[in-house]
Structures are given as C-alpha cells and as structure tokens.
C-alpha cells in the first residue's frame, strides 16, 4: 500500500538517518521532510521500530499513514505540492 512518511526532528543527525532508512524501505523523498513509497504491512513494522530507535520521543514528530492507491486518488494536491527536482520517476506516474 502507499505509505507517506512525514517528519520534523529536531536534530540534524537523526533526520539525516530516518532520511536514509525512508530511502533502504523502497521510500521516496517528495519533499525535504516527505516519503513516499509502496511498502506492505512488514515493512511498515520494520521501518516504525527503525525510527522509533532514532528520534527524541519528546522532540520529534514522525507520522506514518498507509493508504490505499484509490483514496490516494482522491487525495488533493494543491499549489507546489511535490518538489519535482526530488520526485523520481517512479513516483511521477502516480502524482504528475
């Protein structure tokens, strides 16, 4: 299912690594701070427990939502919604 990945952290070494474990998942960077990537239900498990281990639970933010490719359909992409200089092309025949 699609997954979106979104996060702030606080410090630049652990956003760094969740930007690298986002990218080992199969995940892709769609803006600074925005993953997003066909992941099943085991990786989903897998990269949580990743990241959970690297961020500051006080500090930091991570959301993770799976969805499904008809309610990503229905989804509204509004003014500059995907840095296209970071969307690859694997991800552009499903946003552009």
Known sequence: MLTW???DIVKNRS????SKACEKAGIYRVQKSVFLGDL???QIKELTVIITDLID???DSVYIFPMS???????LLLGQAFDRNLVS????ALLL
């Open 5 to 7: 990945v979104i996060y």
């Open 89 to 92: 092309d694997e991800l552009k």
């Open 15 to 18: 956003r760094g690594k969740i």
């Open 57 to 59: 639970l006080d500090k």
């Open 40 to 42: 099943n239900k085991a």
């Open 69 to 75: 490719r008809d309610e990503f359909a229905e989804s």
